[in-house]
Each structure stands twice: as C-alpha cells, then as structure tokens.
C-alpha cells in the first residue's frame, strides 16, 4: 500500500510553546491530505482536511488559529500546534488521500504523533 | 450525516479461532465505502479491507472477509484464524462519497486473541 510518513513521532514540550507536526506521501502525490485527533481509549476525530495550494477546512469545534495547517507541496502538509497546553496533549494522526478516484478511493494514514504538553 | 456504531468495545478469541467484529452503520447516502482498518498498540492505522455499497459480493482479503449485509447496514469483520498479532483496536469506518470523502469512524473494538 502507499506510504504515508510524520515527523515527530513524539514531542514533549513545554505549555505555551508551538508544535510543528510533518505529514508526508511518499511514493504519490496527495491533493488532499486530512488531520485526526486521537484522545486515550477513544476513537479518530477529524480536524480538519487539508488540500494543496488552498485554504484547509477545518470541523466544527476545532480552533483553525491554534491548529494552524499549511498543506504547500502535493506530498507534505504540516500541522503547527500553536501556544500548546495540557489539554492539547493528544495522538495526531495525518492520513493522505491516494490520487485514484472512485470507490477504490483508499486514505493512507501516517504513524502518528504522540504530542504531550507539559 | 453518517455515524457508525461499534457495539463491542471489546473482545476476547481464542487463537486459531474465528472472530466476528461488528459495525453498523446509518447513513442516508446510495453511494458510500465501508472501510476497516487495524491499529495496534503502536498506534498506526493499518488499512484491512474495504466494500463499496454497490458491491455485490462480500469483499474478502486473506483471513479479512466482510460481511456486508446492505438492508442491515451492517459491515461486519471476520477474521478467521486468529493470530496472537491480530490483537488490537479495530475501527470501521464509512465515506460517503456526497460528503467531501472524509471518513467517519466508529468508536472501536479492543480484540485480544488468548494464546
């Protein structure tokens, strides 16, 4: 299946301070690339989705100044956890869109960040 | 709007045996995907199998069959044999293909195959 990379796999940083989180495709190119937050014990939440060359769209709930994504080339797009606190501490997951379309439309997901702020 | 429900938050089999993990699913969409996909304590999310609504027949790959029963709106996992690895979380998921292509995710099985 495709590749899907992030970049850290593990912050720990201090509260106040801003997180910068890599999602990349490695062997396609991703128009379309979605963020999740993952809680302990709890299921994916979508964030927001992010498409190349334009603006993300962010889910209902979620501080689109705080989670700041940049989405510049088809293979990366950056999630930047600004002025991080305790509750932000979380699994990010990035997953990728493959560039085939139709039903066989299959998201990629990356390995994760585990973020903790302290 | 799409939700999908995971009714057993967790699950015991014994190796070698078969499981059966169940999802449903309410959606008001004719054309959607039901995904599962495998995410072991490391925390990647591996994809499994997938089934379009329109597929007719029950989308299999390797031990992963689904069972997709389409006036149920069911998209049950059976993996048969299980292995000491298969013990994991196990999301179902479901893209409506009217609705931006995202996917929504069930809450989760936990499976722990007992060797």
């Known amino acids: 299946g495709a590749v899907v990379s992030q970049h850290p796999s593990w912050v720990i940083c201090k509260s106040g301070t801003s997180v910068k989180i890599e999602c990349r495709s490695l062997?396609?190119?991703?128009?379309?690339m979605f963020w999740y937050r993952q809680f302990p014990k709890q299921s994916l939440m979508l964030m927001a989705t992010s498409n190349e060359g334009s603006k993300a769209t962010y889910e209902q709930g979620v501080e689109k100044d705080k989670f700041l994504i940049n989405h510049a080339s088809l293979t990366l797009s950056t999630l930047t956890v600004t002025s991080a606190h305790p509750e932000d501490s979380s699994f990010y997951i990035c997953?990728?869109?493959?560039?085939?379309?139709?039903?066989?439309?299959?998201?990629?997901f990356g390995p994760g960040t585990r973020l903790l702020v302290l | 709007a799409q939700k999908i429900t995971q009714t057993q938050p967790g699950m015991f089999v014994q190796e070698k045996e078969a499981v059966t993990l169940d999802c449903t699913y309410d959606?008001?969409?004719?054309?959607?995907?039901l995904f599962w996909y495998k995410q072991p304590s490391s925390g990647e999310m591996i994809f499994l199998i997938y089934q379009g609504s329109y597929d007719e027949q029950n989308a299999t790959e390797g031990r992963y069959s689904l069972n997709f029963q389409k006036a149920r709106k069911s998209a049950n996992l059976v993996i048969s044999a299980s292995q000491l690895g298969d013990s994991a979380m196990y999301f179902c998921?479901?893209?409506?293909?009217?609705?931006?292509?995202?996917?929504?995710f069930g809450g989760g099985t936990r499976l722990m195959v007992k060797p």
């Open positions: 959606t008001s969409d004719q054309s959607y995907g």
């Open positions: 062997d396609f190119q991703a128009t379309t």
């Open positions: 997953s990728a869109r493959t560039p085939r379309r139709g039903p066989q439309e299959t998201q990629y």
């Open positions: 998921a479901m893209r409506s293909n009217n609705a931006g292509n995202m996917l929504t």
